[in-house]
């Protein structure tokens, strides 16, 4: 596609629950970020994929959260357990080169809005 | 202290108005420099990167401070459409573009 798409676009789920977000990034991609945005806050860094390998997972705030990318392209971020803290819009981002060669524009999808009850 | 610091406003101005948002860093390894936009429930957009000697682009000024750790942007002749969230944002210096962001500054342009 033109953009980086993510599914669903919101997600209303129960303390406990199991819950996964998906990121489709531009076609050719292999830089893949995760982010989360909560409310009033700026994006906090998650997890960097270079191709099918998550070459950061620092941001990643405990072991509830998880994030595949097996083929290089989508990437799945996992929560398990939810909490009402997880509440967030989960932002994705891709760019065409991981490492710095030049300003590399990162380019987000719309977020994935996740409400824990 | 966060890595990147911002007023979050609002800042109130009306059309026409030259308006500055101010940035600081704290973390003097930082790299390259970035404002972003974010419209209410939007992602966030790069609006411009933040060069050394100061950049300029149409009504938008960015200028960075490296010895004083700070960055700002400039907005001339303010636009309804200059209404939204400016993000400041600094690229650690790793091998990739891991960066950090503020936490926005919010501004609104009233007719």
């Known amino acids: 596609g033109a953009g980086v798409s993510q599914t669903p676009s919101n997600k209303v789920t129960e303390k406990g629950k199991y819950v996964e977000l998906r990121c489709d990034p531009i076609?050719?991609?292999?830089?893949l970020y995760w982010y989360r945005q909560s409310l009033g806050q700026g994006p906090e860094f998650l997890i960097y994929?270079?191709?099918?390998?998550?070459?950061?997972d620092s941001g990643l705030p405990n072991d509830r959260f998880f994030a595949v990318r097996p083929e290089g392209s989508v990437s799945t971020l996992k929560i398990q357990r939810t909490e009402r803290g997880d509440s967030a819009v989960y932002l994705c981002?891709?760019?065409?080169?991981?490492?710095?060669?030049?300003?590399?524009?990162?380019?987000f999808g719309a977020g994935s809005r996740l409400t824990v009850l | 202290r966060k890595e990147v610091e911002q007023d979050p406003g609002p800042f109130n101005v009306p059309e026409g108005a030259t308006v500055a948002f101010n940035c600081t860093y704290s973390?003097?390894?930082?790299?390259?420099f970035f404002w972003y936009r974010q419209d209410c429930r939007k992602e966030p957009k790069l609006l411009m990167s933040?060069?050394?000697s100061g950049n300029e682009d149409g009504r938008f000024t960015a200028q960075l401070n490296r010895a004083s750790q700070y960055i700002s942007l400039l907005i001339r002749d303010s636009k309804l459409s200059d209404s939204a969230t400016y993000l400041c944002?600094?690229?650690?210096?790793?091998?990739?573009?891991?960066?950090?962001f503020g936490t926005g500054t919010r501004l609104l342009v009233s007719p």
């Open positions: 973390n003097s390894a930082s790299q390259s």
């Open positions: 076609s050719g991609h292999t830089a």
């Open positions: 944002v600094v690229k650690r210096n790793t091998g990739f573009q891991k960066l950090v």
């Open positions: 933040v060069y050394s």
């Open positions: 994929f270079q191709g099918t390998g998550a070459a950061d």
């Open positions: 981002a891709s760019s065409s080169k991981g490492q710095d060669s030049g300003a590399n524009v990162l380019t």
